[in-house]
C-alpha cells in the first residue's frame, strides 16, 4: 500500500504550526507578565555611565601592570 508522503507532512506541519501558535501565545502572556516586572525594577536602579579614560590614564595604568607583571615574573624566576 503506497502511503502519500505529501498529505502526511501537510498534516504534520498543520499540527506544528497550530502548536507553535499555542506556544507563541503562552509566551506572550508570560513576557507581558514579565514586561510589568521588569520595567518597575530597571526603572528604579539607573544604570551607571563609565567615564572614559583619556590617552594619559591609560598610559599609566600600562605602566603600571607592566612593572606589576616584571614584578611578578622576577618573583617566579626567585623561586625556582
Known amino acids: ?5 505529501n498529505k502526511t507532512l501537510k498534516s504534520a506541519l498543520a499540527a506544528l504550526e497550530s502548536q507553535r501558535a499555542e506556544i ?5 502572556g508570560i513576557q507581558a507578565v ?3 516586572t521588569s520595567k518597575a525594577t530597571v526603572a528604579s ?13 591609560k598610559k599609566a595604568i600600562s605602566r603600571r601592570m607592566k612593572a606589576s607583571w616584571a614584578k611578578r615574573k ?3 624566576k626567585r623561586s625556582r
Open 34 to 36: 514579565l514586561g510589568a
Open 45 to 57: 536602579r539607573p544604570r551607571r555611565k563609565r567615564r572614559k579614560l583619556t590617552a594619559a590614564e
Open 1 to 5: 500500500m503506497a502511503v502519500d508522503v
Open 74 to 76: 622576577s618573583a617566579s
Open 24 to 28: 507563541d501565545r503562552q509566551i506572550a
